[in-house]
């Protein structure tokens, strides 16, 4: 019903910027939440930023003042902005989002594939 196709990885050098992006497509009534998370390799998945329908932000405290989470509804797209980059953000970044299907309330969660991130030290 919902695919979310994520973007925007790639090498950077320490000190550098990505922008990744994440577009909803589908059955799409409303965007209740959208967010990314990450996955560095041998740890556990971790929540980096979150966005709400109100416009609400949340940030990991490693990633706040670097990283800025931002949407455009009307293309159903989420944004990643990072800077200042470091070699610990490497890692495979994941869109996560909840969407609303109908005015009943339902709602779809799921996950993009993922984008890689890589930050040399």
């Known amino acids: 019903q919902v695919q979310l196709k994520d973007s925007g990885g790639g090498l950077v050098q320490a000190g550098g910027s990505l922008r990744l992006s994440c577009e909803a497509s589908?059955?799409?009534?409303?965007?209740?939440?959208m967010g990314w998370y990450r996955q560095a390799p041998g740890k556990q998945r971790e929540l980096v930023a979150t966005?709400?329908?109100?416009?609400?932000?949340y940030y990991a405290d490693s990633v706040k003042g670097r990283f800025t989470i931002s949407r455009d509804n009307a293309k159903n797209t989420v944004y990643l902005h990072m800077n200042s980059l470091k070699p610990e953000d490497t890692a495979v970044y994941y869109c996560?989002?909840?969407?609303?299907?109908?005015?009943?309330?339902?709602?779809?969660?799921?996950w993009g594939k993922g984008t890689l991130v890589t930050v040399p030290s």
């Open positions: 996560n989002a909840e969407i609303g299907l109908a005015d009943d309330g339902s709602t779809w969660h799921g």
């Open positions: 966005i709400q329908n109100d416009g609400s932000t």
């Open positions: 589908g059955r799409i009534f409303s965007r209740n939440y």
